[in-house]
């Protein structure tokens, strides 16, 4: 190739010198900048661009650097193992290709280079093939996908006929090596600019400067002969070529075809995938596993298998749209639980979706339909699901607990200028929280009242319980409810402050007036009157008491008769048994109806033992009549004679009821 | 650094480098004291033609065999219109399009940028001959020069905003 001339000699060597050096030091300039592998074996921390001038060239002492075309260069062992066929025949084009290569998942120990035979005199060691940045032993080539993202050609083309190779004097031959030489160090010098600015570049940086593992790497091709691009292929490519440099018998050319788009096809900016600060990592049950629902869980199942099953189920249970923003403790987690489990179905329907945890927890599927049931503390599951649940089930045992409630409430209703229609104290026989109740009932619902009836509840039952025993007691002991109808007579008055009062108004309903006597607001227990049994019920009761509550108005409202009217009144809601005693001496104050006196006296005596027995509300009742007609009589007659008559009348007619009961 | 994908390649003389940086600043002291005014980079290359002493004269002359002028023109900030009443507002919410607006443009600046440089580097291959030789073949290869001046009309124009 080289011509050789006598004076020329050593200029032709010199330029076949030149030349292939040329080619070394292009390919030397190519491969630093794209093998990545090569790179950061003897990357020193230096800057990535060598300085090609001397003064950098004492920085690496270590050993000589290459200083051809005044471009001292870092060593590049796969520039240096691939361009010794180019040194012995540098008529052959040098194709570098630059290989964009995407990591696959899994490793296939294939043969590399599928375009290995077409290479000539390729490297028997190939040591640095298109493989990962990683030590020779691992790696294992993924023919997942190639691209080849620059393909850079260099060759002399060299001019037909010898004779423009020979022709030519000194000067020009001196001229045409030092101005090759000077004309390859303008284009190498342009070469290398070109190779840190194109895109491919960026990747290498990206390779070299992070030490991190990375979807893609870059391998090489250095070929003589490759297979052309397609037209497709090569559209997509953008070209470059530099101008070349003549020299004196043909020219030295790189041309350059290159993808415009590589930084964006893998485009990985910071992300990568070796070991990093996973912010969801679900491995302890402080962490938040409601930041992931948003994303209403990716297909995979590896960071839900992950986590419990607990925290699946809660993760599953809130929705995304009640969810509040993403709390960090588990604690507020479990707040924002417990007010979605709170507005969400009924446990009724939630018992279905029980059984579906498990599959449904593998499934990783419609998540907001799942909500855990108050059996959800049955699953076998960690202390937190439970205090869900617990507080789930507080509220569904207040409510179960106000349920039943409302039977004894019910009973005030009878009372009703105490107490409210919808609202329903305890009973009567309920000691000391009666007033507390009336209060209650005017003020607040029928929860407040539960809550409160939840305390009088075993209170309640106590008095319940007391209240059989009491009939019992009332029958056998008279004396022991008399005292106790008396007490309750003054407890009518006093407007219900007595306590005690259980036995009386319980045991009999026989004195239970008319419905139609009674007023009118009495009516509002809509109780049957049953006065004729003595054994009083606890529904029998209950219009007793309201018959209690009649007689009462009926009490107040009645105006005096006269002095003496009021007096025998006093009496008799004094203590019955004094009055009685007052009034065995009465009838013998009494004239003109003497006989109808000894009746009375004889009634008295009979009433005396029928008030030791007992006296119930009918007798008051009975009594009440016979004021009634006493007043009827005395406005009828007139006069204070009539006033004495109508005393003693008075007296039979109360010894007789008296003894008629 | 405006631009940090692009990559600067070095020739490794700190003199260069300082020299450079003097004249960047040179340059920014006279663009904020008349900040509207189109300004003008110019490059020369030379050679030293050393006459023929003589008794007169004893000049070095500079043959220029290359010269190349930038045109760089500073661009305001077009949000700084918009009044300093809204300069809090600007503190408290450079906004999102605010960023978005600046990464757009440091894009667009990194393509023209790109393109501007393949573009020298075309034209320095495209013309070789009349490059003297070269005297130093460590650092420097040419004595050079850099001139700020006003623009004025010039055959290649590369505007930086």
């Not at chain 1, 018998?249 to 893998?266: F, M």
């Not at chain 1, 600060?277 to 298998?305: N, Q, T």
């Not at chain 1, 309640?460 to 002991?477: G, H, N, Q, R, Y």
Request: proline share 9%.
């Amino acid at each position: 190739m080289a011509s050789h001339h006598g004076n020329t000699h050593s200029e032709p060597a010199k330029m076949e010198q030149i030349i292939t050096e040329f080619f070394a030091k292009s390919l030397h300039i190519i491969l630093e900048s794209r093998s990545p592998y090569v790179s950061s074996r003897h990357y020193s921390g230096e800057v990535l661009s060598p300085s090609p001038s001397s003064s950098s060239s004492s920085s690496s002492s270590i050993r000589p650097r290459d200083k051809w075309f005044n471009l001292a260069l870092r060593e590049c062992p796969a520039a240096l193992e691939n361009i010794e066929f180019w040194r012995q025949s540098n008529l052959e084009p040098m194709v570098v290709d630059v290989v964009l290569m995407q990591r696959a998942d899994e490793w296939d120990h294939v043969n590399c280079s599928p375009r290995r035979g077409l290479v000539q005199n390729f490297s028997s060691k190939e040591r640095y093939p298109l493989f990962w940045n990683m030590d020779p032993d691992e790696f294992g080539y993924e023919r997942k996908s190639e691209k080849i993202i620059e393909r850079w050609v260099v060759q002399y083309e060299s001019r037909k006929g010898s004779r423009d190779c020979g022709s030519g004097n000194k000067r020009s031959n001196y001229n045409s090596s030092h101005t090759l030489y000077k004309k390859s160090i303008l284009l190498l010098r342009s070469l290398y600019a070109t190779v840190r600015l194109l895109p491919a570049y960026k990747l290498f940086r990206d390779l070299c400067s992070s030490g991190q593992l990375r979807t893609y790497n870059l391998g090489h091709r250095v070929s003589s002969f490759v297979e052309p691009f397609t037209r497709r292929e090569e559209a997509k490519m953008q070209r470059f070529s530099f101008t070349p440099v003549d020299t004196f018998c043909g020219r030295l050319c790189i041309s350059l075809l290159y993808c415009s788009s590589v930084s964006d096809a893998c485009s990985e900016p910071s992300t990568p995938m070796s070991p990093q600060f996973i912010p969801d990592y679900v491995g302890s049950p402080m962490a938040d596993p409601l930041r992931r629902l948003p994303s209403h869980c990716s297909p995979s199942s590896s960071p839900f298998g992950r986590r419990h099953s607990w925290s699946y189920d809660i993760h599953r249970a809130s929705p995304p749209s009640a969810l509040p923003s993403p709390s960090p403790t588990y604690s507020d987690s479990r707040a924002s639980y417990s007010k979605a489990v709170s507005h969400r179905l009924p446990p009724t329907s939630l018992s279905r979706n029980l059984p579906e945890t498990p599959q449904a927890h593998r499934k990783n599927t419609n998540f907001d339909e799942y909500w855990p049931s108050p059996n959800f503390s049955l699953s076998p599951s960690p202390s937190p699901p439970t205090y869900i649940h617990g507080s789930h089930i507080s509220k569904a045992l207040l409510r179960s607990e106000s349920a039943p409630l409302s039977i004894p409430v019910s009973r005030l209703v009878d009372n009703p200028p105490m107490l409210n229609k919808q609202v329903q104290p305890p009973s009567p026989p309920l000691k000391a929280t009666r007033p507390s109740m009336s209060r209650m009932d005017k003020t607040s619902g029928l929860i407040q009242a539960g809550s409160s009836v939840e305390k009088l509840f075993p209170f309640a039952k106590d008095e319940t319980e007391k209240l059989p025993a009491i009939k019992v007691s009332s029958k056998s002991s008279p004396p022991r409810t008399f005292s106790r109808s008396s007490s309750r007579l003054s407890f009518i008055e006093d407007n219900y402050d007595d306590s005690d009062f259980s036995g009386p108004f319980v045991l009999d309903d026989d004195n239970m007036t008319d419905p139609g006597s009674r007023p009118g607001s009495f009516d509002q227990a809509g109780n049957p009157s049953e006065p004729h049994e003595p054994g009083g019920s606890f529904p029998v009761r209950k219009s007793q008491d309201a018959a209690v509550g009649a007689l009462v108005l009926m009490l107040k409202k009645a105006p005096p008769l006269r002095q003496d009217l009021s007096e025998s009144r006093n009496l008799l809601q004094g203590s019955k048994p004094q009055m009685l005693k007052n009034r065995t001496p009465e009838p013998t104050q009494l004239s003109d109806e003497q006989g109808f006196h000894q009746a009375a006296a004889s009634r008295t005596s009979i009433a005396s033992s029928g008030i030791l027995a007992s006296r119930t509300t009918a007798d008051a009742i009975e009594e009440l009549r016979g004021y009634k007609d006493m007043k009827d009589l005395l406005l009828r007659q007139g006069g204070t004679s009539q006033t004495q008559a109508s005393l003693v009348s008075a007296k039979e007619f109360s010894g007789g009821g008296r003894a008629a009961f | 650094m405006l631009c940090p994908s692009i990559v600067q390649v070095q020739c490794g003389d700190t003199e260069l480098e300082k020299k450079i940086d003097e004249k960047i600043e040179q340059f920014i002291d006279r663009v904020e004291k008349h900040p509207n005014k189109k300004n003008q980079i110019c490059l020369s290359f030379y050679e030293v033609k050393s006459k023929q002493p003589s008794w007169f004269t004893n000049k070095v002359e500079r043959l220029h065999w290359e010269q190349w002028y930038i045109n760089l023109n500073v661009a305001q900030h077009p949000k700084t219109h918009s009044g300093k009443s809204h300069h809090s507002k600007v503190l408290v919410d450079p906004g999102d399009s605010a960023l978005e607006e600046r990464s757009i443009r440091r894009a667009a600046l990194e393509t023209s940028l790109r393109e501007v440089l393949f573009q020298i580097i075309k034209f320095v291959n495209e013309k070789k001959d009349h490059v003297p030789p070269i005297p130093n073949l460590e650092g420097v290869s040419f004595p050079y020069e850099i001139t700020i001046s006003r623009y004025s009309e010039c055959l290649s124009s590369y505007t930086f905003k």
